[in-house]
């Protein structure tokens, strides 16, 4: 469980204080962040907007948590919401994450990654990859880059060392997002092959609070174009075919 996770699990134990009216009134979602914000200033909200569930609202939290909030802002639910259809049940609270996801996805700065690609008249789709050097199945995806590559696929990497920043792993990233050949290093260094420790102004740590807005909680974690999120490991020609990709 991340620390962001972990507070916010926290939070959630202690009691929401609750405006006390004669007859509670519907409020507009500022004015329910407002007020969540004005009881618990120490939750870590990011947005507050409509939820397809009538008389709730959809709040947003740092770490890309999501929990329901009534019309008067005295209840939460924490967890998923599910649509009830002929077909099945439909995950709304993942269908929400996912657009929250592809929205991050545009912010950021392919600069900041170390990509791996076909030339651009090849290149089919894209995935965003949450790594770890250390991490045995980023290992292992890793030697099917070349493969995905053939594919049609391009790879971007992200850093998100799981023991976290200042740890072995977080000073391999930088080592690797600090050479003079970042390609070249990750390959080594994910082939188990000692490379130069070298620092820099770097966006590692950047990387590893963005994974935790991404609902990253273990590596690899692949970041679909629509906003998917994978988590582990799938062969090339399965994340190729998950892709459209023949």
Do not use: H
């Given at each position: 469980m991340t620390l962001t996770r972990f507070l916010i699990?926290?939070?959630?134990?202690?009691?929401?204080?609750?405006?006390?009216?004669?007859?509670?009134?519907?409020?507009?979602?500022?004015?329910?962040?407002?007020?969540?914000?004005?009881?618990?200033?120490?939750?870590?909200?990011?947005?507050?907007?409509?939820?397809?569930?009538?008389?709730?609202?959809?709040?947003?939290?740092?770490?890309?948590?999501?929990?329901?909030?009534?019309?008067?802002?005295?209840?939460?639910?924490?967890?998923?919401?599910?649509?009830?259809?002929?077909?099945?049940?439909?995950?709304?609270?993942?269908?929400?994450?996912?657009?929250?996801?592809?929205?991050?996805?545009?912010?950021l700065n392919e600069s900041d990654m170390v990509v791996f690609s076909p030339r651009p008249e090849l290149t089919k789709a894209t995935i965003t990859v949450f790594t770890d050097i250390d991490c045995g199945y980023c290992r292992k995806l890793h030697q099917e880059v070349p493969e995905l590559n053939r594919l049609g696929v391009a790879v971007r990497y992200l850093a998100y060392p799981?023991?976290?920043?200042?740890?072995?792993?977080?000073?391999?990233?930088?080592?690797?997002?600090?050479?003079?050949?970042?390609?070249?290093?990750?390959?080594?260094?994910?082939?188990?092959?000692?490379i130069e420790m070298k620092t820099c102004v770097n966006p590692v740590e950047e990387h590893y609070a963005m994974g935790d807005a991404f609902g990253v909680t273990g590596t690899p974690a692949v970041v679909y174009e629509d906003g998917t999120l994978q988590a582990g490991y799938l062969p090339a020609v399965d994340m190729a075919r998950r892709l459209g990709i023949n």
């Open positions: 699990t926290a939070l959630l134990a202690l009691p929401l204080a609750a405006v006390a009216t004669d007859v509670p009134v519907p409020l507009t979602a500022a004015e329910a962040r407002e007020r969540l914000l004005l009881t618990r200033p120490d939750f870590p909200v990011v947005g507050v907007k409509r939820s397809v569930l009538d008389g709730y609202f959809e709040v947003l939290m740092q770490g890309g948590m999501i929990l329901y909030m009534n019309a008067t802002a005295d209840y939460f639910i924490a967890g998923d919401l599910f649509f009830i259809e002929p077909t099945g049940f439909v995950n709304s609270t993942e269908r929400s994450r996912t657009k929250q996801r592809k929205q991050l996805l545009a912010s799981r023991a976290g920043i200042g740890s072995d792993s977080y000073d391999k990233a930088v080592s690797v997002w600090c050479a003079d050949n970042p390609q070249k290093a990750l390959t080594n260094s994910k082939a188990g092959k000692d």
